[in-house]
């Protein structure tokens, strides 16, 4: 608590626009942050901004205007109802398939006794996880690998088209993981959902909102803190099973909360795309990297530094290796004594520890709103016993703070773009590395293309087109659509620096060295001019 403590101070005066309170002694949080409601994206503005009003105007309304279900909780129902889409989704659906087969062939559940082996019986409870996204779910909440039924994937498992994989259903708010989401939305529903029994209300059209509020309880340490609150928990065993049909009624959510969904599905590959903007002068371009051979001496650093240090097989953790040395490298030229470098979606810190141990004269910042990589980052740099390095626990929206140099590695769709307007904003430099391009969509406070050069050629549909072809650079897909797929990331990077450029930025897209660190080597570096 002590630590955290001054974590709270320092971001304080580093950060002053907004506050932040420690939490109760023994946890082990990182801080909860108290802010202003500002524009955010669509789905941050849904969970932690739209829903709690929604049930405050609930709790507080007149009889009359509480006879309906507010159109917002509506809504998160219905997303929880959507697939899934996380970053490496490809693995871990391959991964689905080969268990479901696995699974059909035995005629047993595949991740019965095998998942709930996988968890601490203390910590999760009496419902063990009955899929593979729960059990990676719960592996990533209680720090374990995520089970791995079958150790290899059947070749036919490796030819299988991604089109033709199985979806990943909703565990928590966001997806698969337990996020800051999951924490706010959970003494909202909670209080929706008791003053809605109270009244008598029938919820049979919130079984996914149910279910979500039965997981949420058996994540480690959620119904201990219940509890402090005086949070009494309901059974809803009636809503688990409503009738198919009632799911499926689109007139449950208004018009009003639909979201803009035209051109969500393309047919035709990007070749028109990229012919439309060659004919305008427009072509992938890839500045020379700037220091190729350098590297790090890996052998000499403590082991707490290294990328290695965490669960990851030794060829990746050398590929890790290998794209830190292009972000530090990059950082190094900039930097200056006494600089601050903010490390964002900073994730288990392999960005942060490295440049802060290896530039002690500046100040280095992470920022990650998940708190088990947190952990992990701190208690990586504990035992190096830095003392220039601070841990933010925040959604990337709501961080607002000047700074010297930002830098993000494998920033997952339009974060990408949230670092940089945090950069310009600050007047800072950057070295960001992008990552799932296929992400990318309109928000509400981004839309694509991003540079006027671009807006003048492309429509958004075309643009979308881009986006989701520069996902295909895996290392197992044929070599000429690996090409184009590496073609397609260097045509949406540089609209991106070229958006940057109107700012009075000099920006460069490099590839990083060597390229096969990475199917995503893509890296910009920022500078204001």
Not at 87 to 94: E, L, P
């Amino acid at each position: 608590m002590e630590r955290e403590q001054v974590v709270v101070e320092k971001s304080w005066g580093r950060f002053g626009s907004a506050a932040w309170r420690p939490r109760a002694a023994g946890s082990r949080g990182f801080g909860e942050r108290v802010c202003e409601r500002v524009a955010v994206s669509q789905w941050t503005r849904l969970c932690e901004i739209s829903i709690p009003l929604a049930v405050e105007r609930f709790l507080t309304g007149s009889p009359e205007h509480c006879q309906a279900i507010p159109p917002d909780i509506l809504l998160f129902e219905r997303k929880l109802g959507e697939p899934v889409r996380v970053h490496n989704d490809d693995k871990i659906r391959r991964q689905k398939l080969q268990q479901q087969k696995a699974g059909a062939k035995s005629g047993v559940p595949v991740l019965g006794e095998e998942a709930a082996g996988e968890l601490k019986p203390e910590e999760v409870h009496e419902h063990p996880p009955s899929s593979l996204e729960l059990s990676v779910a719960f592996s990533k909440l209680l720090a374990q690998e995520a089970p791995d039924a079958i150790n290899r994937e059947a070749p036919y498992i490796r030819r299988t088209k991604t089109s033709d994989l199985p979806l990943l259903d909703h565990v928590f708010a966001e997806g698969l993981y337990f996020t800051v989401a999951d924490l706010v939305l959970l003494p909202c529903i909670h209080q929706f959902l008791v003053s809605s029994k109270k009244q008598g209300k029938n919820l049979v059209n919130l079984p996914l909102i149910a279910s979500w509020y039965q997981r949420v309880q058996e994540v480690p340490g959620v119904k201990k803190a219940a509890g402090k609150c005086n949070m009494e928990f309901l059974q809803l065993p009636e809503l688990m099973s409503a009738p198919e049909e009632q799911l499926q009624n689109s007139a449950l959510f208004p018009d009003e909360v639909e979201e803009d969904n035209e051109d969500s599905h393309f047919i035709g590959g990007p070749r028109p795309t990229m012919t439309k903007l060659m004919e305008n002068g427009i072509e992938a371009k890839f500045s020379p990297h700037p220091c190729p051979n350098w590297t790090l001496d890996w052998t000499s650093l403590p082991s707490a530094v290294s990328p290695g240090e965490g669960k990851m097989s030794r060829d990746r953790a050398l590929r890790k290796q290998q794209q830190l040395n292009n972000l530090v490298a990059a950082v190094t030229k900039l930097a200056k004594p006494g600089d601050l470098i903010v490390d964002f979606c900073s994730g288990g810190g392999h960005v942060g520890i490295v440049l802060a141990y290896t530039m002690p004269s500046c100040q280095v910042v992470l920022i990650e709103n998940k708190e088990l990589s947190l952990i992990r980052a701190k208690d990586r740099s504990d035992e190096l016993g830095l003392n220039n390095i601070w841990f933010i626990q925040a959604n990337l929206d709501y961080f607002n703070g000047t700074f010297n140099i930002g830098v993000a590695l494998h920033a997952c769709g339009v974060a990408t773009d949230m670092v940089i307007e945090h950069c310009l904003r600050a007047r800072a430099a950057f070295v960001i590395s992008p990552c799932c391009y296929g992400f990318i969509q309109n928000t509400a406070k981004f839309k694509y293309p991003r540079s006027h050069q671009f807006k003048e050629i492309l429509s958004y549909k075309e643009h979308m087109i881009l986006c989701r072809f520069a996902d295909q650079t895996a290392v197992q897909l044929p070599p000429e659509r690996r090409l184009i797929g590496k073609q397609c990331m260097g045509l949406v990077d540089l609209d991106r620096a070229w958006a940057a450029e109107e700012h009075n930025y000099s920006v460069q897209v490099i590839s990083m060295e060597p390229e096969s660190c990475s199917p995503k080597n893509n890296m910009f570096v920022g500078i204001p001019t």
